[in-house]
C-alpha cells in the first residue's frame, strides 16, 4: 500500500524557521496538503495543492515540492505554532493516504 | 459557512457494528464539487482515511476497512452515514467527518470518540 513518510519530530527555536518533510513515490505526480492538529482539537487545513495557502492561514507557513519529497516550512516560529503536522496525497487508484505526523516542538 | 457535525453512540461492543451521521449544514450535501469524507485517529495516534462518498453514491474506501465499511448519504436530511462492522478495540479511535474538495480535507467537524469495549 502507498505510504507517506514523515520525521516523528521536529524541534526548532521561537523565531527560527521549521522544515517538515513528507516522502512518496507518488508525490512528483499527486498534489500535497498539509494539516496542523493541536491537542483535542480536528486538523486544520494550512496547505493544499503542495504550495496554496488557505485564507486566513498565517504568510508565515509555505510549502514546495521536489522530486519525491514534498516540505512544509513555517518561518520566524512561534510558540502557537507547536502541534502534530500531516501531509497527505493519493495515489493512483483514489485512495487518500496521511504521513503518519510529525511532532513540531518550539 | 459550511460545518460538519457528527453523532452517534459513543460505546460500542465488540463484534458489533459502528453507526455515525455527520450533519452538513451551511451548503447542500448534493452541491458540485463537494465529496464527503470519514477520517479516524486512534487515541495518541496519526489520522487514517476511511473512505468517502459523492452526492451521486460513488464510494471509495481504505483498501485494509474496505470489507467493514459502508459510506452512504442522504440528501433529503443533508447528512451522510458510516457503518463500519465487526469491530474490535483496534477500531476505539476520534471519528472526524469532512469535505474533500480540490483544496484538501477542509472543513473538518469537530471529531467524536467511539470506544469499542464490552
Known amino acids: 500500500s502507498y505510504e507517506l513518510k514523515q520525521p516523528p519530530s521536529v524541534s526548532v527555536s521561537p523565531g527560527q524557521t521549521a522544515r517538515i518533510s513528507c516522502s512518496g513515490d507518488?508525490?512528483?505526480?499527486?498534489?500535497a496538503y498539509w494539516y496542523q492538529q493541536k491537542p483535542g482539537q480536528a486538523p486544520v487545513l494550512v496547505i493544499y495543492?503542495?504550495?496554496e495557502r488557505p485564507s486566513g492561514i498565517s504568510e508565515r507557513f509555505s510549502g514546495s515540492s521536489s522530486g519525491t519529497t514534498v516540505t512544509l516550512t513555517i518561518s520566524r516560529v512561534q510558540a502557537e505554532d507547536e502541534a502534530d503536522y500531516y501531509c497527505?496525497?493519493?495515489?493512483?487508484?483514489?485512495?487518500?493516504?496521511f504521513g503518519g505526523g510529525t511532532k513540531l516542538t518550539v | 459557512q459550511l460545518q460538519l457535525q457528527e453523532s452517534g453512540p459513543g460505546l460500542v461492543k465488540p463484534s458489533e457494528t459502528l453507526s455515525l451521521t455527520c450533519t452538513v449544514s451551511?451548503?447542500?450535501?448534493?452541491?458540485?464539487?463537494?465529496?464527503w469524507a470519514w477520517i479516524r485517529q486512534p487515541p495518541g495516534k496519526g489520522l487514517e482515511w476511511i473512505g468517502t462518498?459523492?452526492?451521486?453514491?460513488?464510494?471509495y474506501y481504505n483498501p485494509s476497512l474496505k470489507t467493514r465499511v459502508t459510506i452512504s448519504i442522504d440528501t433529503s436530511k443533508n447528512h451522510f452515514s458510516l457503518r463500519l462492522s465487526s469491530v474490535t478495540a483496534a477500531d476505539t479511535a476520534v471519528y472526524f467527518c469532512?469535505?474533500?474538495?480540490?483544496?484538501?480535507?477542509?472543513?473538518w467537524g469537530q471529531g467524536t470518540l467511539v470506544t469499542v469495549s464490552a
Open positions: 507518488e508525490l512528483p505526480k499527486r498534489y
Open positions: 497527505q496525497s493519493a495515489d493512483s487508484s483514489g485512495t487518500w493516504v
Open positions: 451551511g451548503v447542500s450535501i448534493s452541491s458540485s464539487p463537494y465529496y
Open positions: 462518498i459523492y452526492y451521486r453514491g460513488t464510494t
Open positions: 469532512a469535505t474533500l474538495g480540490s483544496g484538501g480535507f477542509d472543513p
Open positions: 495543492q503542495a504550495s
